[in-house]
């Protein structure tokens, strides 16, 4: 049941000033270009811009890389109570071949009630849905308890230093919950994909094309790696079966290079060495540490095979499964928030992927919960969208949800 309080709360969110701020950010590029030096500054300027104009606040930047800050906002009640954390990020991922999008991937064009546009739903529409709830919240002119930060970073897409570099920075020691708003079409996500990242290297010898025997091909043993790794991943399958929320493992070589990047290639000549990138993700019923060590001995095996087989895997990031139970005071407080704006169940899931949460609960124990508009299989996708109405849904069910988990929550002695 919806309260007088949360009644002001709700109409001081201007669903027409969530579409436009998210239309603005989706406009901004902020994809990183390391040939042109784009990066998410653009963005993050915009974003500073409107917290001092709309929260009355100065905002805490930080850099992490050159022209890559975080942002990070702190708002006191004035009353004693928990810490809730809003967490965003700002970069986006290429737009590709802009000819095979249906309208122009920065034009935020709306169509059939959907706003199209790179970085629509991961996490732009997530990013205003955050900031514009911090603003209905502090309008409303409500009394609430406690403070709530957001911390909007830079890097989701590729090692994530934004969040790691906020957590370093001592921002989470004190948050008592987060709400990552992420797309996932509002459903409330509870676990999350694990990843170990890996890249594999293959020595070879250089030979001409038409006298491949006076050489040693780094290809052919890169797909023999290739077709092992996939009977790894099919045995993984098989023992683990499929999560309920995270579905199946799997092993994924996502580039495969030879010549590696920066060496000359001539289709001529075989190249003395290739590489491969492996995004592997994980469930609950997988340990990180047995993986890395199966995959070293799938190397060491083919070597036994091939007196010719050079290879070695260096593992390059590791990102845990992280998951949480129904009964957090979080995810209470979006249960309730979300039955009471849609008028249905909620409905929990897990996110397919990691996201910055991952790390705010891997590393600080935090309770993260993901939920924010936008389809959850269509970021990194041409023609990317947020539908209308779900976006202005979840900024209803984040306005509920943060007062009644900040009015609520009993802070642990």
Excluded at 276 to 297: A, E
Aim: charged content about 30%; overall charge negative.
């Amino acid at each position: 049941m919806i309260t007088a309080e949360e009644e002001k709360i709700l109409k001081a969110l201007d669903p027409k000033e969530l579409i436009t701020l998210t239309a603005d950010l989706v406009k901004i590029d902020s994809v990183i270009r390391p040939e042109t030096g784009n990066t998410e500054s653009e963005v993050v300027s915009f974003i500073a811009e409107w917290i001092r104009r709309e929260l009355k606040i100065e905002p805490l930047m930080e850099e992490v890389q050159p022209g890559r800050e975080n942002i990070i906002v702190t708002l006191d009640s004035g009353n004693p109570g928990p810490v809730l954390m809003f967490e965003g990020h700002t970069d986006v991922v290429s737009e590709g071949d802009r000819e095979k999008w249906k309208h122009p991937p920065f034009g935020a064009v709306i169509e059939d009630g959907r706003l199209y546009g790179r970085g629509s739903c991961d996490m732009k529409a997530g990013v205003a849905v955050n900031l514009l709830t911090a603003k209905a919240l502090i309008s409303s002119g409500v009394s609430w308890k406690g403070k709530l930060r957001l911390g909007i970073v830079c890097d989701e897409e590729n090692m994530m230093i934004g969040i790691k570099d906020y957590i370093k920075k001592g921002h989470a020691d004190d948050v008592d919950a987060c709400l990552v708003s992420e797309p996932e079409e509002n459903q409330l996500c509870l676990s999350m994909k694990g990843a170990i990242r890996a890249l594999v290297r293959v020595h070879g010898r250089m030979a001409h094309g038409a006298m491949p025997l006076t050489g040693i091909n780094p290809n052919t043993r890169m797909a023999r790696i290739i077709l092992a790794f996939e009977d790894f991943e099919r045995s993984e399958k098989d023992r683990c079966g499929k999560d309920k929320f995270l579905g199946l493992p799997s092993v994924t070589f996502t580039v495969v290079q030879a010549p590696p990047e920066g060496e000359p290639r001539q289709l001529n000549v075989m190249p003395s060495q290739a590489v491969g990138y492996v995004d592997i993700r994980t469930v609950p019923k997988q340990d990180h540490d047995t993986i890395r060590r199966t995959l070293k001995d799938i190397l060491a095996n083919l070597k036994k095979e091939d007196p010719d087989f050079q290879a070695e895997i260096e593992f390059i990031e590791d990102r845990p499964v992280v998951y949480m139970d129904k009964s957090e005071p979080i995810v209470q407080a979006a249960a309730s928030a979300y039955r009471d704006i849609t008028g249905k169940d909620e409905v929990y899931n897990g996110v397919p992927g990691a996201t910055d949460g991952t790390f705010l609960r891997a590393w600080k124990g935090i309770p993260c919960l993901v939920n924010g508009p936008g389809p959850r299989h269509i970021p990194h996708q041409v023609d990317e969208y947020v539908g209308i109405d779900e976006l202005t849904e979840a900024g209803k069910i984040y306005c509920l949800a943060a007062y009644r988990f900040l009015t609520r929550y009993v802070v642990k002695a």
